[in-house]
């Protein structure tokens, strides 16, 4: 849960995981996985530097409960997963030549 503060001061705790989007427009305005928007005082870099910290004390609470350090070399490997990018193609892509048009 990260803390963020309304447009009329009010603060308000976000589970940080149902934010989809987050846009400056040019208020921070986040789109949640259920298509609800919220408006928020935070810049969008301030508002990722939250749940990043967010989810950096949920991985340090993990590996203080943790019985062994092959447990923690397990939750840091799935959590350095990068799943933003697709999975690269065995086979060879063609390259376009821009000296001949299509």
Do not use: H, W
Not at 30 to 59: F, M, S
């Amino acid at each position: 849960m990260i803390e963020l503060t309304k447009l009329n001061g009010n603060i308000m705790v976000l589970n940080s995981d149902l934010i989809k989007t987050a846009e400056a427009s040019p208020d921070t305005m986040l789109t949640l996985i259920n298509g609800e928007k919220l408006i928020v005082r935070e810049n969008c870099d301030e508002v990722v530097e939250r749940v990043l910290a967010y989810r950096a004390r949920l991985l340090a609470a993990v590996s203080r409960r943790l019985s062994s350090f092959g447990d923690l070399q397990r939750v840091v490997s799935l959590s350095s997963l990068d799943v933003s990018d697709p999975p690269a193609s065995s086979a060879p892509q063609a390259r376009r030549n821009p000296d001949i048009e299509r």
